[in-house]
């Protein structure tokens, strides 16, 4: 996931692969629940794991349910074994919630129904979420739910219900607000109808029938047999008793699926290679871990999508969609059925030939965000001209490329947002798109960004590369590896290759001169390297890390860095660093040969005393003892050696900027070259 405070999207051109997504939230948290309020142990398949099922789990935990694996592994199944639809007398617990939803109210209903004394907070925007229509209908049964700070809205305290006041009369609950009140008092009044059948009213129209379905599908599992009458009354039947299925597998969710049926509709198209056999092949973007029959009613968003002109074929738990209509149609769709899939076609929108309309959307203004007003703002900065009213949102894209702006998106804690506009990297004018807080995506996603650039392609010339270049000890690699984690990007230490081979050329028993350098760019060509995402360095099964660490080592490198053919067959293994969403590469020729159209080359370096000391520093804090003019008359040779060979010499590249570390700090030396890139940034300061 990324942690960055922002994340910049380059152009993007193509897309083509394909992506597994992640479990249903909406499925994860039902099943969660009803396994913690079942008897016997529940195995949960293909759990989603993010920001909303974290806080169910330990909210679960927390009431004395036993759950293993503490966390959910990837690839692994987590066992849940319930309570069996009773807590011990007196059970009491602060539970956080954070912002989800579909834990704040499902558990709100069945602690009120359970009883015993529980707070339910959750994060600021939680408390500007409304709950009143479920306590209201809870209270009608007995239950005992007070308002902590507004009436309406969490946080809330539950204590020991009082079913005695209930006349057996059908249940109300309002179904025109959110669909997650009736969805609670279904999941949580089958413990109250051990003895008697609770009916349920739904007052106004229903909205989200979808997530009704699911509800009411997922019980069904688990040994509840609800009787839906035109969705308008449920009766849950007397006798009714939570029972575990034993294995359950949630379906991926349909909701993430709606991005990249988006993508193959916006992003895909016939590849121009000419090369290629079929020069006409359609690309397309696979979608494994749902299909057409889902349970959940985001899939109806492929009927919106095909509408806009995607293709989408599927089958058994695979979707695959290419480019048809292009421009995209403008549609006017009521999307009450796909509330939340809906704000992808928003995104899409910007893509079509004319001005759409979402109708019927007035849940989005009680979501994460008020969505409909987030869009709005948003799909202006791109150029859009956006109307919105109470329930609708109408737009109309930028009339040409020109009118395309780089917008820097504010995301308000919502992952929708963060995941919709990616798709905005699309537009015709290449401009770059920046997303705030792509944290966000946590909540349902949090590997989004990395599973869109796995299948998105771009030209090389879009992927952004930072240049730093210096002497050795002049704190490249230190500020190039904490600016790469301050932007997201990757990071090439070439040094690292230059070490890598002269440890396997010494190894290999050869002398590092030009009497071997055939040889040792051979070895060079086929290294059997690998960096992984701790920055460990692999020859093969060994970790040489420490290995080119070592002065020797870096003296080495120095050495095979001077011979040419060493220095062409590392060029190769180099520029595949240049991936999405781009590259801080440290080095000696990065801004010179390497990269030289990047848009920001900086020339670190610091007087040799300085440098000196700082390597002292490094090597004793090591426990490697260490003679301070030792290692100035060490680097200065290698400074020498470096700067003075024929192919690539250490030098400041033209266009290059040029700092002088020796009185900064590490924090300055970052923060100014952090201060140039935004500079050179379309979308002004973060
Ligand atoms: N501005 C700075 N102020 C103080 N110390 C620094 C500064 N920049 C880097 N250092 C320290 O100097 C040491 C050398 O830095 P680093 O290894 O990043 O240099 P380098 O240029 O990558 O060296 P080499 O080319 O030999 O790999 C490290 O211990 C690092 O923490
Ligand atoms: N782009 C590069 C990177 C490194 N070298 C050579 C010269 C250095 O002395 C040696 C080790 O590099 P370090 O890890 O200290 O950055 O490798 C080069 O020629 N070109």
Known sequence: MFTTEFLDLPPLDSAQGSVTLPGSKSISNRVLLLAALSHGTTTIHDLLDSDDTQVMLAALKQLGCHITPETVLPGQPIAVTGIGGQLPADTAATLFLGNAGTAMRPLTAALAVLGGHFEMTGVPRMYERPIGDLVDALRQLGCRIDYLRDPGFPPLKIGQPDFSRWSDAPIQVRGDVSSQFLTSLLMALPLQA???????EVVGELISKPYIH????????FGI??????WQRFVIPAGSRYRSPGDIHVEADASSASYFIALGAIATGTTDDADADNATERKSIRILGVGQDSIQGDIRFIEAARAMGAQVESGPNWLEVSRGNWPLK??????NHIPDAAMTLGVMALYADGTTSLRNIASWRVKETDRIAAMAIELRKLGATVEEGADYIRITPPAKASDWRAASIHTYDDHRVAMCFSLAAFNPAKLPVRIQDPKCVGKTFPDYFEALFSVCQTETQHIPVICIDGPTAS???TIAAEVAKALGY????SGALYRITGLAASRAGLALDDSNEETIAEMALDLPVRFDAQQRVWLGEEDISAAIRSEEAGMNASRVSALPAVRTALVDLQLSFQTLPGLVADGRDMGTVIFPHAPLKVYLWASAQC??????KQLISKGISANIATLLADLEARDARDMNRATAPLKPAEDSLQLDSS?????DVVAQVLSWWQERQPFGRA
């Open 611 to 616: 440098r000196a000391e700082r390597r002292h």
């Open 663 to 667: 009185e900064m700090t590490i924090e």
């Open 225 to 230: 047999a609800v009787e839906n009458d035109s």
């Open 490 to 493: 990757q990071l090439l230490d």
């Open 330 to 335: 403008a549609i006017d769709l009521d999307c």
């Open 194 to 200: 051990t003895d008697k059948a609770i009916t349920i």
């Open 214 to 221: 699911i509800t009411l599908e997922l019980l069904a599992r």
């Open 475 to 477: 704190g490249k690699g």
